[in-house]
Protein backbone atom coordinates (compact mmCIF):
# COMPACT_ATOMS: atom_id res chain seq x y z
CA UNK A 1 0.00 0.00 0.00
CA UNK A 2 1.30 3.54 -0.71
CA UNK A 3 2.02 5.52 2.21
CA UNK A 4 -0.02 8.57 3.05
CA UNK A 5 0.86 12.39 1.94
CA UNK A 6 1.16 14.57 5.05
CA UNK A 7 -1.70 17.08 5.10
CA UNK A 8 -0.83 20.66 5.13
CA UNK A 9 -2.14 21.78 8.84
CA UNK A 10 0.60 19.03 10.05
CA UNK A 11 3.28 21.02 7.55
CA UNK A 12 2.36 24.17 9.36
CA UNK A 13 2.51 22.76 12.50
CA UNK A 14 6.07 21.12 12.20
CA UNK A 15 7.28 24.75 10.99
CA UNK A 16 5.52 26.40 13.67
CA UNK A 17 6.96 24.05 16.25
CA UNK A 18 10.48 24.57 14.61
CA UNK A 19 10.13 28.89 15.46
CA UNK A 20 9.00 28.17 19.04
CA UNK A 21 12.88 26.71 19.57
CA UNK A 22 15.23 28.60 18.54
CA UNK A 23 17.92 26.87 20.36
CA UNK A 24 18.35 23.69 18.38
CA UNK A 25 19.52 25.77 15.65
CA UNK A 26 23.37 27.29 15.61
CA UNK A 27 23.04 31.12 15.25
CA UNK A 28 24.48 32.80 12.12
CA UNK A 29 27.77 33.15 11.30
CA UNK A 30 29.08 36.93 11.11
CA UNK A 31 30.90 37.67 8.05
CA UNK A 32 34.33 37.52 7.62
CA UNK A 33 36.52 40.57 7.07
CA UNK A 34 40.39 41.26 6.52
CA UNK A 35 40.42 42.66 10.30
CA UNK A 36 38.58 39.11 11.41
CA UNK A 37 34.94 38.34 11.74
CA UNK A 38 32.67 41.38 11.74
CA UNK A 39 30.70 41.40 14.58
CA UNK A 40 27.42 43.15 15.00
CA UNK A 41 27.10 46.93 15.64
CA UNK A 42 27.55 47.95 19.47
CA UNK A 43 25.31 50.14 21.30
CA UNK A 44 27.35 53.30 20.56
CA UNK A 45 27.23 52.77 16.90
CA UNK A 46 23.56 52.46 16.76
CA UNK A 47 23.16 55.20 19.33
CA UNK A 48 25.58 57.14 16.67
CA UNK A 49 23.20 56.17 13.88
CA UNK A 50 20.20 56.92 15.58
CA UNK A 51 21.57 60.84 16.29
CA UNK A 52 22.86 61.54 12.81
CA UNK A 53 20.36 63.70 10.74
CA UNK A 54 18.70 62.24 8.45
CA UNK A 55 20.14 65.15 5.83
CA UNK A 56 23.15 63.48 5.88
CA UNK A 57 24.71 61.88 2.65
CA UNK A 58 24.68 58.55 2.73
CA UNK A 59 28.83 58.22 1.99
CA UNK A 60 28.93 60.01 5.60
CA UNK A 61 26.81 57.03 7.09
CA UNK A 62 29.05 54.63 5.74
CA UNK A 63 31.97 56.30 6.90
CA UNK A 64 30.87 56.23 10.46
CA UNK A 65 29.60 52.96 10.06
CA UNK A 66 32.74 51.47 8.96
CA UNK A 67 34.99 53.16 11.66
CA UNK A 68 32.53 52.21 14.58
CA UNK A 69 33.02 48.54 13.20
CA UNK A 70 36.60 48.79 12.64
CA UNK A 71 37.45 50.02 16.42
CA UNK A 72 35.32 47.35 17.62
CA UNK A 73 36.62 44.34 15.78
CA UNK A 74 40.01 42.82 16.43
CA UNK A 75 42.66 42.82 14.60
CA UNK A 76 44.02 39.14 12.91
CA UNK A 77 47.25 38.82 10.93
CA UNK A 78 46.27 36.59 7.92
CA UNK A 79 50.02 37.15 6.28
CA UNK A 80 50.27 34.32 3.48
CA UNK A 81 53.37 33.92 1.59
CA UNK A 82 53.57 32.65 -2.13
CA UNK A 83 56.93 30.50 -2.30
CA UNK A 84 58.17 29.28 -5.69
CA UNK A 85 61.00 29.35 -7.85
CA UNK A 86 62.21 29.51 -12.00
CA UNK A 87 62.70 26.99 -14.40
CA UNK A 88 66.38 24.90 -14.19
CA UNK A 89 66.88 25.49 -10.27
CA UNK A 90 69.73 23.97 -8.76
CA UNK A 91 69.10 21.42 -6.32
CA UNK A 92 70.63 22.60 -4.03
CA UNK A 93 68.57 25.94 -4.09
CA UNK A 94 66.03 24.19 -4.54
CA UNK A 95 66.73 22.55 -1.01
CA UNK A 96 66.77 25.64 0.49
CA UNK A 97 63.87 26.71 -0.78
CA UNK A 98 61.87 23.79 0.44
CA UNK A 99 63.50 24.33 4.00
CA UNK A 100 62.37 27.88 4.10
CA UNK A 101 58.55 26.44 3.14
CA UNK A 102 59.03 23.83 6.45
CA UNK A 103 60.18 27.23 8.46
CA UNK A 104 56.91 29.31 8.03
CA UNK A 105 53.67 27.34 8.32
CA UNK A 106 51.94 30.19 6.56
CA UNK A 107 53.38 29.76 3.25
CA UNK A 108 52.23 28.29 0.16
CA UNK A 109 53.76 26.49 -2.24
CA UNK A 110 53.55 26.69 -6.66
CA UNK A 111 54.81 25.56 -9.62
CA UNK A 112 57.98 27.18 -11.20
CA UNK A 113 57.36 30.00 -13.19
CA UNK A 114 59.92 30.92 -16.20
CA UNK A 115 62.31 33.62 -15.46
CA UNK A 116 61.67 35.93 -18.17
CA UNK A 117 60.72 39.40 -18.49
CA UNK A 118 56.87 38.26 -18.20
CA UNK A 119 57.28 36.65 -14.47
CA UNK A 120 56.24 39.79 -12.80
CA UNK A 121 52.78 39.81 -14.16
CA UNK A 122 52.42 35.74 -14.13
CA UNK A 123 53.15 36.04 -10.37
CA UNK A 124 50.99 39.13 -9.65
CA UNK A 125 48.31 36.87 -10.92
CA UNK A 126 49.08 33.76 -9.06
CA UNK A 127 49.65 35.58 -6.03
CA UNK A 128 45.67 36.96 -6.36
CA UNK A 129 44.65 33.47 -7.41
CA UNK A 130 46.21 31.99 -4.11
CA UNK A 131 44.64 34.61 -1.86
CA UNK A 132 48.55 35.65 -1.06
CA UNK A 133 49.71 39.15 0.43
CA UNK A 134 53.84 38.28 0.17
CA UNK A 135 55.68 36.14 -2.00
CA UNK A 136 59.33 34.84 -1.59
CA UNK A 137 60.69 34.25 -5.67
CA UNK A 138 63.90 32.25 -5.96
CA UNK A 139 65.19 33.05 -9.04
CA UNK A 140 68.52 30.77 -10.34
CA UNK A 141 70.34 32.48 -13.45
CA UNK A 142 73.30 30.47 -15.71
CA UNK A 143 72.57 27.52 -12.73
CA UNK A 144 74.96 29.20 -10.73
CA UNK A 145 73.56 32.39 -9.08
CA UNK A 146 70.56 32.87 -7.24
CA UNK A 147 68.64 35.89 -6.67
CA UNK A 148 65.98 36.10 -4.19
CA UNK A 149 62.53 38.63 -4.54
CA UNK A 150 60.82 39.38 -1.50
CA UNK A 151 57.79 41.42 -2.81
CA UNK A 152 54.43 42.92 -1.27
CA UNK A 153 51.43 42.27 -3.36
CA UNK A 154 50.32 44.01 -4.61
CA UNK A 155 51.26 47.49 -4.51
CA UNK A 156 54.93 46.84 -3.51
CA UNK A 157 57.45 47.48 -2.24
CA UNK A 158 59.97 44.83 -3.84
CA UNK A 159 63.47 44.15 -2.94
CA UNK A 160 65.86 42.15 -4.78
CA UNK A 161 68.30 39.83 -3.13
CA UNK A 162 71.33 38.09 -4.52
CA UNK A 163 71.74 34.94 -1.89
CA UNK A 164 75.42 34.13 -1.09
CA UNK A 165 76.85 31.42 1.42
CA UNK A 166 74.22 29.13 1.40
CA UNK A 167 74.16 26.08 3.45
CA UNK A 168 71.02 23.55 3.71
CA UNK A 169 69.59 21.80 6.59
CA UNK A 170 71.02 18.79 4.86
CA UNK A 171 74.63 19.43 4.34
CA UNK A 172 75.31 21.24 7.63
CA UNK A 173 74.27 18.43 10.02
CA UNK A 174 74.01 20.50 12.89
CA UNK A 175 72.98 19.13 16.27
CA UNK A 176 69.93 21.58 16.61
CA UNK A 177 65.80 20.73 16.25
CA UNK A 178 62.87 22.17 16.97
CA UNK A 179 59.27 21.45 16.52
CA UNK A 180 57.89 22.12 13.21
CA UNK A 181 55.34 24.70 13.14
CA UNK A 182 56.11 26.31 16.21
CA UNK A 183 56.00 29.91 15.79
CA UNK A 184 59.90 31.79 16.02
CA UNK A 185 61.27 34.65 18.15
CA UNK A 186 62.72 37.49 15.28
CA UNK A 187 65.52 39.14 16.40
CA UNK A 188 67.50 41.95 14.64
CA UNK A 189 70.66 43.60 15.48
CA UNK A 190 70.68 47.30 15.61
CA UNK A 191 72.23 48.40 12.01
CA UNK A 192 68.63 48.06 11.05
CA UNK A 193 67.38 51.35 12.89
CA UNK A 194 70.42 53.52 11.16
CA UNK A 195 69.13 53.97 7.67
CA UNK A 196 65.63 54.19 5.97
CA UNK A 197 66.09 51.21 3.29
CA UNK A 198 67.07 48.77 5.98
CA UNK A 199 63.88 50.12 8.27
CA UNK A 200 61.71 48.94 5.28
CA UNK A 201 63.85 45.69 4.49
CA UNK A 202 63.53 44.85 8.37
CA UNK A 203 59.36 45.30 8.09
CA UNK A 204 59.42 42.93 5.30
CA UNK A 205 61.56 40.60 7.15
CA UNK A 206 58.86 40.94 10.35
CA UNK A 207 55.75 40.78 7.90
CA UNK A 208 56.89 37.58 5.71
CA UNK A 209 58.80 35.41 8.53
CA UNK A 210 56.64 36.18 11.36
CA UNK A 211 53.77 32.87 11.93
CA UNK A 212 50.34 34.76 12.41
CA UNK A 213 49.41 34.24 16.05
CA UNK A 214 46.47 31.08 15.69
CA UNK A 215 47.53 30.02 12.49
CA UNK A 216 46.03 26.56 12.12
CA UNK A 217 48.86 24.65 11.34
CA UNK A 218 51.16 26.75 13.63
CA UNK A 219 51.82 25.84 17.47
CA UNK A 220 50.96 28.10 20.38
CA UNK A 221 54.45 27.98 21.60
CA UNK A 222 58.05 29.39 21.09
CA UNK A 223 61.02 27.66 20.89
CA UNK A 224 63.55 28.81 18.26
CA UNK A 225 64.74 31.97 16.90
CA UNK A 226 65.26 33.79 14.00
CA UNK A 227 68.10 35.76 13.47
CA UNK A 228 68.85 39.11 11.34
CA UNK A 229 72.12 41.02 11.42
CA UNK A 230 73.61 43.01 9.12
CA UNK A 231 77.32 42.42 8.54
CA UNK A 232 79.72 44.49 5.69
CA UNK A 233 76.02 45.52 4.14
CA UNK A 234 74.53 41.93 3.48
CA UNK A 235 71.89 40.03 5.37
CA UNK A 236 73.21 37.56 7.14
CA UNK A 237 70.10 34.77 8.31
CA UNK A 238 70.41 32.03 10.82
CA UNK A 239 67.67 29.54 12.91
CA UNK A 240 68.43 28.86 16.91
CA UNK A 241 66.81 26.16 18.79
CA UNK A 242 66.05 27.54 22.43
CA UNK A 243 67.58 24.59 24.42
CA UNK A 244 66.36 24.51 27.94
CA UNK A 245 68.02 21.84 30.59
CA UNK A 246 65.46 20.14 32.81
CA UNK A 247 64.68 16.62 34.18
CA UNK A 248 61.69 15.04 32.43
CA UNK A 249 59.62 14.91 35.98
CA UNK A 250 60.20 18.70 36.94
CA UNK A 251 58.76 21.67 35.08
CA UNK A 252 61.18 24.34 34.08
CA UNK A 253 61.39 27.00 37.07
CA UNK A 254 62.54 30.61 36.50
CA UNK A 255 65.58 30.11 37.97
CA UNK A 256 66.52 27.48 35.29
CA UNK A 257 65.74 29.94 32.49
CA UNK A 258 69.50 31.54 32.74
CA UNK A 259 70.67 28.20 31.68
CA UNK A 260 69.01 28.61 28.06
CA UNK A 261 71.48 27.89 25.24
CA UNK A 262 71.40 28.38 21.76
CA UNK A 263 71.75 25.33 19.52
CA UNK A 264 72.15 26.02 15.51
CA UNK A 265 69.54 24.39 13.40
CA UNK A 266 69.76 25.90 9.87
CA UNK A 267 69.26 26.56 7.21
CA UNK A 268 71.88 29.56 6.58
CA UNK A 269 71.90 32.28 3.69
CA UNK A 270 73.51 35.47 3.58
CA UNK A 271 71.31 38.25 1.74
CA UNK A 272 73.26 41.34 -0.68
CA UNK A 273 70.59 43.73 -1.65
CA UNK A 274 70.69 44.97 -5.06
CA UNK A 275 67.64 46.91 -5.76
CA UNK A 276 64.54 48.24 -3.71
CA UNK A 277 61.65 48.89 -6.20
CA UNK A 278 58.04 50.77 -5.48
CA UNK A 279 56.24 48.53 -7.36
CA UNK A 280 55.88 44.98 -7.02
CA UNK A 281 58.37 42.92 -9.36
CA UNK A 282 59.42 46.65 -10.46
CA UNK A 283 58.83 50.18 -10.69
CA UNK A 284 60.48 52.97 -9.88
CA UNK A 285 63.98 52.61 -8.01
CA UNK A 286 63.67 53.21 -4.26
CA UNK A 287 67.40 52.52 -3.58
CA UNK A 288 70.40 51.21 -5.58
CA UNK A 289 73.31 49.45 -3.60
CA UNK A 290 76.20 51.34 -4.99
CA UNK A 291 79.00 48.40 -3.88
CA UNK A 292 76.97 45.75 -5.47
CA UNK A 293 79.25 43.76 -8.10
CA UNK A 294 77.50 41.11 -10.38
CA UNK A 295 78.39 37.47 -10.08
CA UNK A 296 78.93 38.04 -13.92
CA UNK A 297 81.72 40.77 -13.77
CA UNK A 298 83.89 38.93 -10.51
CA UNK A 299 83.81 35.88 -13.28
CA UNK A 300 85.23 38.16 -15.52
CA UNK A 301 87.85 39.34 -13.31
CA UNK A 302 88.71 36.06 -12.51
CA UNK A 303 89.36 34.67 -16.24
CA UNK A 304 91.41 37.84 -16.45
CA UNK A 305 93.33 37.36 -14.36
CA UNK A 306 94.11 33.24 -15.41
CA UNK A 307 94.42 34.88 -19.06
CA UNK A 308 96.96 37.18 -17.56
CA UNK A 309 99.09 34.41 -15.50
CA UNK A 310 99.40 32.39 -19.13
CA UNK A 311 100.30 35.39 -21.06
CA UNK A 312 103.03 36.06 -18.78
CA UNK A 313 104.43 32.38 -19.01
CA UNK A 314 104.53 32.95 -22.69
CA UNK A 315 106.58 35.75 -22.85
CA UNK A 316 108.93 34.62 -20.02
CA UNK A 317 109.95 31.47 -22.19
CA UNK A 318 110.04 33.99 -25.42
CA UNK A 319 112.80 36.23 -23.72
CA UNK A 320 114.20 33.02 -22.36
CA UNK A 321 114.82 31.79 -26.01
CA UNK A 322 116.26 35.27 -26.92
CA UNK A 323 118.17 35.46 -24.27
CA UNK A 324 119.90 32.23 -25.37
CA UNK A 325 120.60 33.29 -28.90
CA UNK A 326 122.45 36.40 -27.77
CA UNK A 327 124.26 34.87 -25.37
CA UNK A 328 125.64 32.04 -26.82
CA UNK A 329 128.18 29.78 -25.66
CA UNK A 330 131.71 29.50 -26.55
CA UNK A 331 132.83 25.39 -27.67
CA UNK A 332 134.07 23.69 -24.65
CA UNK A 333 137.81 22.13 -25.26
CA UNK A 334 137.59 19.42 -23.12
CA UNK A 335 134.14 18.30 -24.67
CA UNK A 336 135.82 14.91 -26.60
CA UNK A 337 138.88 14.55 -24.33
CA UNK A 338 137.25 10.91 -22.93
CA UNK A 339 135.33 9.69 -26.15
CA UNK A 340 138.57 7.20 -27.34
CA UNK A 341 139.25 5.74 -23.85
CA UNK A 342 136.63 3.48 -24.28
Not at 39 to 44: L, M, R, S
Not at 57 to 86: I, Q, W, Y
Not at 148 to 173: I, Q, R
Not at 178 to 199: A, C, I, M, V, Y
Request: net charge positive; with cysteine; proline share 6%.
Amino acid sequence: MAKKRKRSSDAAAAAAAAAEKPGEFAPERPERTLFGFMEKPTAAAADLEESEPETASEGGEDDAAAVAVAAAAPFRNKEKVLVTCSRRINYRYRHLMQNVVSLLPHAKKDSKVESKQSKGNALNELLELRSCSSCLFFECRKQKDLYLWMVKSSGGPSVKFLVNAVHTMEELKLTGNHLKGSRPLLTFSTNFDEQPHWKLVKEMLTQIFATPKDHRKAKPFHDHVFVFSIVDDHVWFRNYQISVPHNETDKVDKGGLDKMTLVEVGPRFCLNPIKIFGGSFGGPTLYENPYYISPNQIRALEKRKKAGKYAKKVKAKVRRKMHEMENTLEPDEFAGLWKGED
